[in-house]
């Protein structure tokens, strides 16, 4: 980046231009420095530049003073050096070194470094002055045209002050140049009988530009002069005034013809813009300029006021801000904001054109806040004021507020539009006193008119209302009453009652309420109100009363008026309808209730005050006295192992129900096993008992209970059988119960399953069946779970034989003779002892020989004796018979023995079959089978 100075087209910084102003011989240029973000960052400081008669004070450019670390902006985007701009700045002492500074345009600010008195300045460039807190006492400042001349002060206290000696000449001159003034105080003044602006142009010079951001200006003309304050010289239109900040005071001569702001002598208004700031603008005594607007005979041009606080006041023959008698005017006024005041004098408005001028529209915004004060004979505060009437309606629109706070409003040849936020007021105290309007123009109201003197002739539509009732009609000009600044109707009276409120259409109207349709044709919509009241009251002290019977109770029976004050009324004088029973009553002082009859009921008390009657109701119930008689009864079943609730009712001495008094009464029972808990009994004894009930106030009552027998669950079991405990025998078991009470239950067999100890017991039902004798336990077990044993013992019963053990003695030895020993058993198996006599007995071996129980073998081998017993039992027993050796043995002797010689004989026979005999059998085994005792047995039962 390159940092040079601003008229020069150097990319290095130079101290002074190239072509060095012929006034400034001693200047010196230093050698140029180039720089990347900031002078410093680059290792260069910042040359210094040098004039005669000035003190360098650095440099500056647009945004301030440069100083070694001031940052220089992005930079290069191409490669090429940006030039910063730079200029010099310079403090002035002197009279001539300020003249240089202002003439030679080297430097953009000049400062002042002590109080300066000067003769007349010129300022041939765009320069600032920086009062610096110094004064500035200077003959006359001439702005060169296209030149632009900025004041300001950036230390508290700096005032420039003018007074040119030239009558042609205006304090600052503006023609075709600009002046900027962001701060100090400018003190402009133009003498008697000037030509010239205070501030602004010289004779028939306009205004040029003059643009008051900061500071406080104070411009001022004199007597019989033809210039503004600020604006035009004579014949000079205003050029273009822009307010933004500040303190302004614009003030003209007596006998002056320039406005205080705006066109000199027959010079127009221009634009002029207030933005802000504090803006007093005054014409002199007998005046012809106006305050903001044209001079004498000067056109309005345009006026824009957007914000700030100003009061524009004439003493003259125009207005405070528009266009002048005799000015031929284009453009408008326009406010948009801010807090306006402007004020006429004598017949002049305060806002607008006064006589043949050409009529200006009027615009006043949202934000606006304007009081508009028409001299002491105006036709009109606003709009057009003399003669002749516009012949095309002129438009005054209002959005914001405009007070007219005296005077008149006239509409003749105006076409006013009060939008939705504007409103038309006397004043922000009084809004409803003011100016009269009169005239025959028309009005669009959206909005709101306050005032109240309003001529019939005017045609106002929109919000135009007559809101009539029984007591007046108020006529409204605005959404509701209230927002039109109007009271409803004088409030109505009707006997004791009290005005309520109105109605309309049915439904409730307040003066906020919005009024209904809009006038379309300039004649009021009607709103009919109807009243509403609150009508004077009867009343008992009480609505609801509870009473006691047989007790006398006060109650307190009045009548008050509709704003609720006590209305004297004679006892006498209320009709008084009450139900059988109760009694209402009047001593001296007060009204007593009494009643005997148990209930509820209404008391209608009526009385009659102008024809208009009130009535009073009191519901009241009378209430049983204390318990004198109880009843009792009860509930659920008076019943063994059964709970009744008793229930107690009393009644009064009067007979009236009390209903259940239960819970004050105690009962106890004649029966000590009854159990009584509060309202319930309990019973386990059957039979009749008497329950006593005794109220806590000592009345008692009884009541006999029959307790009924209740057969409860089987708790207790008792076993009995038929039939004949014995083998082989069935037994019929019976089980009878009894309950927890005691009570038989009867036979409960068949709920009951009975089990025995004894695993063989054949049990079917009640049925037990017995095979094996002896004690055992039956046990039964009701379905509830009660158990109960019985022990049995069941005897021994002897049956057939149903099963043998065969034995024998002797050898089984082949000759040999055994003895055959049959036991038995029956089914049961009981032992039958010997049963041998009972037995016949066959051999497999068909030579054996059998005699009775004796079995004599002839042969040696297996043999197989079946015992077969006479009840059909059999069992069989294997024998070996064994041969004996061969041997020669002396023949036995049986001569004595005819069975044994037979069987002898036999033997001897079989074994002449074998070749043995059996003599030889009998010495070979008879040492062998001589011992052998009993044989192999098989049981069988009977088949």
């Known amino acids: 980046m390159t940092v040079s100075p601003a008229d020069a087209p150097a990319t290095a910084l130079e101290a002074e231009p190239t072509a060095k102003p012929t006034d400034s011989p001693n200047t010196t240029e230093p050698e140029p420095a180039t720089a990347t973000d900031s002078p410093s960052k680059a290792d260069q400081a910042l040359p210094a530049a040098t004039r005669a008669?000035?003190?360098?004070?650095?440099?500056?450019?647009?945004?301030?003073?440069?100083?070694?670390?001031?940052?220089?902006?992005?930079?290069?985007?191409?490669?090429?050096a940006v030039p910063s701009d730079l200029a010099p700045a310079s403090s002035v002492s002197s009279a001539t070194a300020l003249a240089t500074a202002l003439t030679s345009c080297t430097d953009a600010t000049v400062r002042l470094a002590a109080d300066i008195v000067s003769p007349a300045l010129t300022v041939n460039c765009d320069v600032t002055l920086d009062l610096s807190g110094h004064e500035l006492d200077v003959a006359g400042v001439m702005i060169n045209r296209g030149k632009t001349f900025t004041i300001d002060d950036t230390t508290e206290g700096g005032v420039l002050s003018t007074s040119p000696e030239n009558i042609m000449a205006a304090g600052i001159q503006t023609p075709g140049a600009t002046l900027v003034i962001d701060g100090g105080t400018v003190e402009a003044t133009t003498g008697n009988n000037s030509y010239a602006a205070a501030i602004g142009g010289g004779y028939n010079q306009s205004g040029g530009t003059v643009t008051i951001n900061g500071g406080t200006v104070d411009a001022t003309t004199g007597t019989d002069s033809s210039g503004?304050?600020?604006?035009?010289?004579?014949?000079?239109?205003?050029g273009t005034i822009t307010i933004n900040g500040g303190t302004v005071d614009a003030t003209t001569g007596t006998d002056s013809y320039g406005a205080a702001i705006g066109g000199g002598n027959s010079g127009a208004a221009g634009t002029i813009t207030i933005n802000g700031?504090?803006?007093?603008?005054?014409?002199?005594?007998?005046?012809?300029?106006?305050?903001?607007?044209g001079g004498n005979s000067g056109a309005a041009g345009t006026i824009t006021i957007n914000g700030g606080?100003?009061?524009?006041?004439?003493?003259?023959?125009?207005v405070a801000i528009g266009a002048t008698p005799g000015g031929v005017s284009s453009g408008a006024i326009v406010i948009t904001g801010g807090t306006v005041k402007a004020r006429g004098f004598g017949e002049a408005g305060a806002i607008g054109s006064h006589r043949n001028s050409t009529p200006l529209p009027i615009e006043i915004g949202t934000d606006a806040h304007v009081t508009a004060i028409g001299g002491a004979t105006a036709a009109t505060a606003v709009g057009h004021t003399g003669t002749p009437v516009p012949a095309t309606p002129l438009a005054i629109t209002i959005d914001g507020t405009l007070a007219v706070p005296t005077g008149a409003l006239n509409t003749s040849g105006l076409d006013i539009t009060i939008g939705a936020t504007g409103q038309l007021i006397g004043s922000d105290d009084t809004p409803t006193t003011g100016a009269s309007l009169t005239g025959t123009g028309t009005i669009t109201n959206n909005g709101v008119i306050a005032l109240t003197d309003v001529a019939n002739a005017i045609d106002i539509t929109g919000h135009h209302y007559t809101v009539t009732a029984s007591t007046g009609t108020v006529t409204v000009y605005g959404p509701t009453v209230q927002a039109g600044h109007r009271t409803l109707p004088a409030t109505p009276t009707r006997g004791a009652d009290s005005f309520a409120g109105w109605t309309h259409a049915d439904a409730p109207f307040t003066n906020t309420t919005p009024l209904p349709g809009t006038s379309t044709t300039g004649d009021p919509v009607t709103i009919e109100l109807t009243p509403t009241w609150t009508t004077g009251t009867a009343a008992f002290d009480r609505t609801t009363i509870t009473i006691t019977a047989g007790r006398p109770t006060?109650?307190?029976?009045?009548?008050?008026n509709g704003d609720g004050d006590l209305v004297s009324i004679d006892p006498d004088d209320w009709t008084i309808d009450i139900p059988a029973g109760v009694a209402l009553t009047h001593d001296d002082s007060t009204w007593v209730l009494t009643g005997t009859t148990a209930g509820t009921g209404t008391i209608t008390a009526t009385t009659t005050i102008d024809g208009h009657s009130y009535t009073a109701t009191l519901d009241f119930t009378v209430e049983p006295g204390p318990v004198a008689a109880i009843t009792l009864d009860l509930t659920g079943t008076a019943a063994q192992g059964e709970t009744i609730t008793l229930t107690a009712t009393g009644t009064d001495r009067f007979g009236n129900d009390l209903g259940d008094v239960t819970g004050d009464v105690t009962f106890t029972s004649s029966i000590a096993s009854d159990v009584i808990d509060g309202d319930q009994v309990s019973f386990t004894e059957a039979g009749t008992r008497i329950v006593t009930a005794t109220h806590s106030n000592g009345t008692t009552a009884t009541l006999a209970i029959n307790v009924a027998v209740v057969l409860d669950e089987v708790v207790t079991l008792d076993l009995a059988s038929t039939g004949t405990p014995a083998q082989g025998e069935t037994i019929t078991l019976t089980a009878t119960g009894t309950d927890r009470f005691n009570n038989d239950l009867g036979d409960v067999t068949g709920d009951v399953t009975f089990t025995s100890s004894i695993a063989s017991d054949v049990i079917d039902g009640d049925e037990v069946s017995f095979t094996k004798a002896g004690k055992r336990t039956i046990t039964a077990t009701h379905t509830n779970g009660t158990v109960a044993t019985l022990l049995v013992d069941v005897a021994v019963v002897l049956g057939e034989v149903d099963g043998m053990e065969v034995g024998f003695t002797g050898a089984a030895r082949q000759g040999d003779t055994i003895v055959v020993t049959v036991t038995g058993t029956d089914r049961f198996g009981n032992a039958l002892g010997d049963v041998t006599d009972d037995v016949t007995f066959t051999s497999s071996v068909p030579t054996d020989v059998i005699a009775g129980n004796r079995i004599t073998f002839p042969h040696a081998s297996p043999h197989t004796i079946t015992a077969t017993h006479t009840d059909g039992a059999t069992s069989t027993l294997l024998i070996?018979?064994?041969?004996?050796?061969?041997?020669?043995?002396?023949?036995t002797d049986h001569a004595d023995d005819s069975e044994a010689t037979a069987k002898q004989a036999q033997d001897d026979a079989a074994l002449a079959e074998t070749g043995s005999t059996a003599t030889a059998w009998w010495f070979a085994c008879?040492?062998?089978?001589?011992?052998?005792?009993?044989g192999t047995t098989r049981r069988a039962r009977r088949r």
Not at 554 to 560: M, S
Not at 926 to 934: C, F, I, K, T
């Open 880 to 891: 070996e018979v064994e041969p004996l050796p061969v041997a020669v043995d002396e023949p």
């Open 309 to 318: 606080t100003v009061d524009a006041r004439t003493n003259g023959t125009a």
């Open 926 to 934: 008879g040492l062998a089978l001589l011992l052998a005792g009993v």
């Open 277 to 293: 700031g504090t803006v007093d603008a005054t014409t002199g005594t007998d005046s012809y300029g106006a305050a903001i607007g």
């Open 53 to 80: 008669g000035l003190s360098f004070l650095g440099w500056t450019r647009a945004d301030g003073l440069v100083e070694g670390d001031t940052d220089l902006g992005d930079g290069s985007t191409d490669g090429r």
């Open 228 to 238: 503004a304050a600020i604006g035009g010289g004579n014949s000079g239109a205003a």
């Open 554 to 560: 006060t109650v307190d029976l009045t009548l008050t």
